[in-house]
C-alpha cells in the first residue's frame, strides 16, 4: 500500500511540471508577435534577428537576450522548461 502511494507521488509531479511547461512554451509564442521595448532607447521597435540576437530598428542598438524574446527572468526559467519538454519527447 505504502510503496504504491510512493510512485503515486511522483507520478502526478511530473504530469505538473508538464502542464506548467506547456503553459509556457503557449505564453513565449504569443510574446514573439508581440513587439518588444528597447532596453536604451525604450521604444517598442526591437526585432529578433535571430536566436538569441536583438535589434531595435530605432536607435540600431544590437543586443543578446533570451532567443525568443528579449530576456527576462521569466523567459529564463521557461526557456529551461521548454529544453526539458523537447527532451523529455
Ligand atoms: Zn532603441
New binding site residues.
Partial sequence: MARTKKVGITGRFGARYGRKAKRQVKKIEENMKKKHV??????P??KRVSAGIWE??????VFTGGAYVPETPMVKAASRNIKRLVGGN
Avoid at 528597447?38 to 521604444?43: E, L
Fill in positions: 528597447c532596453p536604451k532607447c525604450d521604444r521597435y526591437v531595435c530598428k530605432k536607435c540600431g542598438t
